[in-house]
Each structure stands twice: as structure tokens, then as C-alpha cells.
């Protein structure tokens, strides 16, 4: 008698679990998003080990989103689902990669910082992930001025073995780095590597070119400043800019 009790209450139990899912999909589908939001939290609340709750919290999240457009409360679930998700790398990376992005949207510099980092502790991360997360905390560094500790991040990202466009990308932003320190030597160290590259992206290729092109017409270097602004005149985003650097060299 016992035994039946005991799998009559797992039937019910798991009857219930499958009523809050079953009531919560009909609600989202029916775009009747709070009550929808509602009976997801109450499945969160009252079914600690459900097989669907990942659907959940990616529906509470939705709803917070694009429905409330509360994007802090949409950071406070995806804590939430860090804490959850700990013991499995492979859902932790995904919340963490949004975790970061919304800290850093909303100039949360401190959380966004934060999130990068834990994001690079998770074992098994991709090296595009590694290098999404240097990139960020780089320009999280840089943002404030720190520069040395936004070169080191760079640096890091260069060490991995990197597509073309990250890796273009990071030497944009590393000679960036320098130039902004006065480091002008490495600044342009690094401009040369990043517009000789056969498969960099053009536009990024095109930025390094002009910024060459500052730092040798700031060395006083004016043939070779105006050799690099007329190699871009017609691929350079803002033509008049270039149009005005090429006149005023040209009159020197």
C-alpha cells in the first residue's frame, strides 16, 4: 500500500510540475506576457529540479527584457541563474557572455568588469570567448584611463590564436593603447603589422591607416603622412576628414 502511495504522489507531483509549465507556455504564446512572467516564477520557485527550467529563466529574462525594459532586472536574473548553473560550464559561459554585456550597455563598469573576469575562469572557454572577454576588459581598463593594465589584456587576446578580424582588431585597440600613453614607437609597431595583414577586414585596415598617418605627421614626418592619407581618399568612412589632412600636408 505504501509503494502505491508513494507513486501516486510522484505522478501528482510530477502532474503539477507539468500544469505550471503547460499554464505558463499557453500565457507566453497568447502574449499575455505578465501572467506569463508569473506562473514562470512560480515553476522556478516550486520545482527546484525541473527538467525545463532553463526555459524558464530565459522566458523571465525575455519578459524583463523586451517587455518591462528593465535591463537591471534582466542582470539580477542572470545572477540568479550564475549561482544555479555553477556546476555546468557550458550554460554558465552563455549567462555569463549576457551577464557582461548588459553590465557594460548600462555603464555598470565595476559588475561588467566582474562578469569578464568570471567568464575566463570557467574551465573549457573557447578561444573566441577568451578573446571576446580581453577585448571587453580592455576597453573597461582603457574607459578608465588604465591604460597598462588595458595593454596587458591586449596582449593576452594577441596570444591566442586568433581569426583575422579579432586579431586585426586587437592590434587596432593595442595601438591605441600605446598611442594614448605616448608610447608612440609600439603604437606604430603595431599599425604596421595590422595594415600589412593580407586578410584583415578593410575597414579596420583603413582605420590603422589613418591613425599612421597621425602619428607620422605628428613625428613630423609629412611625405610619408601624406603618402598614407591619399592611399585611403577613397576607402577612408569620412572623406572630407582625409580630404582636409591631405590639403593642409599638401601646403606645408
Known amino acids: 500500500m505504501m509503494l502505491n502511495l508513494t507513486v501516486l504522489s510522484g505522478c501528482s507531483e510530477q502532474k503539477a510540475e507539468d500544469s505550471y509549465l503547460d499554464e505558463a507556455r499557453v500565457a507566453f504564446a497568447n502574449k499575455e506576457f505578465l501572467e506569463a512572467e508569473k506562473l514562470y516564477e512560480r515553476y522556478l520557485r516550486q520545482v527546484p529540479e525541473g527538467d525545463d527550467r532553463l526555459e524558464a529563466w530565459e522566458r523571465v529574462v525575455y519578459i524583463a527584457i ?27 559561459q552563455d549567462i555569463m557572455m549576457r551577464l557582461a554585456d548588459i553590465y557594460e550597455v548600462n555603464f555598470r563598469w565595476q559588475r561588467a568588469y566582474s562578469a569578464w573576469q568570471r567568464l575566463l575562469m570557467i574551465p573549457g572557454l573557447s578561444l573566441e570567448r577568451q578573446a571576446a572577454a580581453h577585448l571587453h576588459l580592455a576597453k573597461i581598463y582603457q574607459s578608465n584611463s588604465d591604460y597598462p593594465n588595458a595593454i596587458r589584456h591586449l596582449e593576452d587576446c594577441l596570444a591566442l590564436e586568433l581569426p583575422a578580424p579579432v586579431k586585426a582588431e586587437a592590434l587596432y585597440r593595442l595601438s591605441m593603447a600605446y598611442a594614448d600613453q605616448g608610447e608612440t614607437a609600439l603604437a606604430e609597431e603595431k599599425l604596421l603589422e595590422l595594415t600589412t595583414m593580407q586578410d584583415a577586414p578593410n575597414n579596420i585596415q583603413v582605420q590603422g591607416l589613418f591613425m599612421l598617418g597621425d602619428l607620422m605627421e605628428e613625428q613630423g614626418k609629412f611625405k610619408e603622412a601624406l603618402e598614407l592619407f591619399k592611399s585611403i581618399e577613397n576607402t577612408y568612412p569620412n572623406a572630407q576628414a582625409v580630404e582636409v589632412r591631405i590639403n593642409s600636408l599638401e601646403s606645408r
Open 66 to 92: 523586451n517587455i518591462r525594459r528593465d535591463e537591471g532586472l534582466a542582470a539580477d536574473i542572470y545572477e540568479a541563474m550564475a549561482l544555479e548553473y555553477g556546476d555546468r560550464p557550458a550554460q554558465l
